[in-house]
């Protein structure tokens, strides 16, 4: 696996030690040391993972039998080379202490940094596997200066006028100096004036800024960006304050591209450079992103979107933090179960999302069986947000659906509460058996439930947009209305 640079940075500078290269390990737990060889990996779900092999056999007390001979007793897994304390570590979820021995280069002399642990399975044939506790590595606990990420699979945002402006402080003179300067290299050599990468800054409004700049070195099909965090006015913070912010980012992205979005590596640095602190994410290829209110056919991607909104969004993520995060989870979780064929339960999970956004609105809880959808169309039009008129026109699958079922009035929130009311509470209230319209007119086309969870998120992100007080200039179009 090729890594870029704050990838190298992480395992050069904080845990010393080589991707897929073994190494001799010290690993210490209950006042028993272990000297195994530990080997470094990215396992194929993405994570960080130490292998380890050669653990020390197990060494029972010496017992004296009834004929006073002198015996050493294994048990169980013992026998095959499973330590015991390394069992209970695994079992018990015990941190252990794990120090990495690498042979040291005389001229460029490391520090080995003792790295707290857990064994994620101890296997027979004295090996298993370790992770980072916490996915952190805690070298110093020194106030940070600034911390580093670096991110793949989000979105390619543009921002078109940073690029302009980066090279449009030239006078004429400059101009024709550097053109000087291009007339004088010799053959094959050449003068590029590059302009800035396509980069955002995200201002919390209470002193953070976060910088996502796009990595145009990576190698990678998948887009990448590096990122930073920093205080506005250079003070210094915690590893903790950092943990926060990272938080919330999380959850914007998350909104932003319609999936989590994990950072490969986080390092943090104090006030002298160094790299003090690391937490590890998710390597991985890529995801896949979602028709939502960034991503959709007409309207450009826009840096400036992402400025203007987070500010917003931080307001109201610092005053509901927990709802917030409930929102976002149904909103992700929803699509990843309609990407799995789970389409009823898509529709559900999305519909509990938009009830929990439409509680905070209101300021009062609203949940199932007392839900009306007269109550969430009250939100939907305080914020003007288009709330599906019945009409062969602009909604014709929503529109027979909503005949079929003899529902009444003509909200699309209505047929949302509806369908989900159903897909918690399927059987006849009468009679124990499936409500047969329910049967004929929607689970005989499946189809129809993907419209409807997209129905369903389109109230959820717009819903959300609004709440936080960011209006986008146009909304996307639903999946059932393109061609």
């Given amino acids: 696996m090729k890594l870029n640079k704050l990838e190298t940075v992480f395992f050069d500078e904080i845990i010393n030690a080589e991707l897929d290269v073994p190494v001799h390990a010290t690993l210490k737990y209950e006042g028993t040391t272990f000297e195994i060889i530990v080997e470094p990996e990215i396992a194929p779900e993405g994570y960080l993972r130490f292998k380890y092999y050669n653990a020390p056999p197990y060494e029972p007390e010496p017992q004296v039998g009834p004929d006073g001979a002198i015996f050493k007793e294994l048990k169980g897994i013992e026998i095959f080379g499973t330590h015991p304390l390394l069992e209970e570590a695994w079992q018990k979820r015990a941190l252990v202490e794990l120090q990495l021995n690498p042979s040291q280069s005389p001229l460029q002399p490391k520090s080995n940094p003792s790295l707290n642990a857990k064994v994620l399975y101890a296997d027979v044939g004295h090996r298993g596997e370790l992770v980072l506790d916490q996915n952190q590595v805690i070298r110093s606990t020194a106030p940070l200066i600034k911390a580093e990420f670096t991110i793949s699979g989000f979105s390619d945002f543009r921002t078109p006028e940073k690029q302009w402006l980066s090279t449009a402080g030239f006078s004429e003179t400059e101009y024709e100096a550097l053109q000087s300067v291009a007339n004088k290299l010799g053959d094959d050599a050449e003068l590029t004036v590059t302009p800035a990468r396509h980069n955002i800054a995200l201002n919390t409004g209470d002193g953070w800024q976060i910088t996502l700049t796009k990595d145009e070195n990576s190698d990678s099909d998948v887009v990448s960006h590096v990122g930073s965090v920093q205080k506005i006015n250079g003070d210094d913070f915690t590893i903790g304050e950092l943990c926060d912010v990272l938080e919330g980012l999380r959850y914007f992205f998350a909104f932003t591209i319609g999936n989590y979005c994990f950072p490969t590596v986080i390092v943090g640095y104090d006030e002298s450079r160094r790299a003090t602190w690391a937490q590890v994410g998710r390597f991985e290829a890529g995801r896949q992103h979602t028709l939502n209110w960034f991503h959709h056919p007409g309207d450009a991607k826009w840096g400036r979107i992402l400025e203007q909104f987070f500010p917003k969004f931080w307001t109201k993520w610092t005053a509901h933090k927990d709802e917030i995060i409930a929102v976002i989870d149904c909103y992700v979780r929803s699509t990843v179960m309609r990407r799995a064929g789970l389409q009823q339960d898509a529709v559900a999970k999305s519909c509990f999302g938009l009830e929990i956004l ?126």
């Avoid at 529109?399 to 529902?407: G, T, V």
């Avoid at 009311?421 to 439930?449: C, F, G, W």
């Fill in 358 to 483: 439409a509680s905070l609105v209101l300021e009062k809880t609203i949940q199932y069986p007392d839900v009306t959808a007269e109550e969430i169309d009250k939100v939907l039009r305080c914020y003007r947000i288009l709330n599906r008129q019945v009409g062969p026109s602009n909604a014709p699958v929503s529109d027979q659906l909503y005949k079929n079922l003899n529902l009444t009035g003509d909200l699309g929130a209505n047929l949302i509460v509806t369908i989900r009311n159903y897909v918690a509470h399927p059987l006849h209230k009468q009679r124990t058996e499936i409500r047969p319209q329910y049967l004929r007119y929607l689970d005989s086309d499946v189809l129809q439930y993907t419209y409807l969870h997209d129905l369903s998120q389109f109230y959820v992100e717009y819903t959300l947009l609004r709440f936080c007080g960011y209006n986008v200039a146009h909304c996307r179009q639903l999946r059932e209305n393109q061609g």
